[in-house]
């Protein structure tokens, strides 16, 4: 038995070690200048290069796995989450781990009351579905042209305004945020409906605006690619038992 908890204990902290080495590879510790630092974000530092603060990695890990383990939970329970993240250096890494998992997302803008005013969002949602089906059945084409031109028009804009909401069916049961400093509105609006937010929150934001936080850069491009990739294999995982 001691053997075994012995084992047990290296290999954790093999793990950690490996979990760390990616988190440095990948860049997730470096944040912003060290002039824009929120004063509650200091705990999570370990110092400075060149005026921009480095995260502690310990710490980014530490986050992570808690974040790793609560969408576990929700992928073991088909939730649903909702991925938000608007910078256009990384919306392509939004879409792509949304479409790992089948879930909506918000890459291009958000949509104000998309959470609060729901209800009516989502019956514009099912407005612009319902348009899009006839217009692939050739239904439209019994309008004249001067209607159809109207339609195209409408569909074109509904499907720019609704990006990323194909797959929406409901209100989510979480939100995954990339940045809560520039998504504020996004997480008001979830905290106002008691969803939890998981969020990747720099050295300028405030750790207390999200429910789940991992302290990591949210503007580096591989620090986004390998936080999302973690917490959506964790999902997947929670949807295959494992």
């Known amino acids: 038995m001691i053997k075994t908890e012995a084992k047990t204990e290296i290999d954790q902290?093999?793990?950690?070690?490996?979990?760390?080495?990616?988190?440095?590879?990948?860049?997730v510790c470096y944040g912003h200048r060290s002039s824009n630092t929120n004063p509650k974000m200091k705990p999570y530092i370990s110092g400075a290069k060149n005026n921009f603060e480095v995260i502690d990695a310990e710490?980014?890990?530490?986050?992570?796995?808690?974040?790793?383990?609560?969408?576990?939970?929700?992928?073991?329970?088909?939730?649903?989450?909702?991925?938000?993240?608007?910078n256009p250096m990384t919306r392509d890494l939004i879409k792509e781990a949304a479409?790992?998992?089948k879930s909506p997302y918000s890459a291009s803008h958000w949509i104000g009351g998309l959470l609060t005013n729901f209800k009516t969002i989502f019956g514009r949602l099912k407005y612009f579905r319902d348009l899009q089906a006839k217009n692939a059945s050739g239904e439209l084409?019994?309008?004249?042209?001067?209607?159809?031109?109207?339609?195209?028009k409408e569909i074109q804009k509904l499907s720019q305004l609704f990006d990323g909401l194909e797959e929406c069916q409901g209100l989510p049961n979480a939100l995954i945020v990339v940045n809560v400093k520039m998504h504020?509105?996004?997480v008001r609006e979830a905290r106002r409906l008691s969803?939890?937010?998981?969020?990747?929150?720099?050295?300028d934001s405030d750790p207390n605006f999200a429910d789940y936080f991992i302290p990591a850069s949210d503007h580096i491009r591989s620090s986004v690619a390998y936080l999302l990739n973690q917490l959506v294999s964790a999902y997947q995982e929670g949807e295959m038992g494992k």
């Open 195 to 203: 969803i939890p937010v998981i969020g990747i929150i720099d050295t």
């Open 99 to 101: 479409d790992k998992i």
């Open 184 to 186: 504020e509105t996004a």
């Open 13 to 27: 902290s093999a793990d950690k070690n490996q979990a760390i080495k990616e988190i440095v590879a990948a860049r």
């Open 141 to 152: 084409q019994k309008y004249t042209k001067k209607e159809q031109i109207k339609f195209q």
């Open 59 to 86: 710490k980014i890990s530490e986050a992570l796995e808690k974040c790793k383990k609560f969408i576990k939970e929700l992928g073991a329970q088909k939730k649903t989450l909702f991925l938000v993240g608007t």
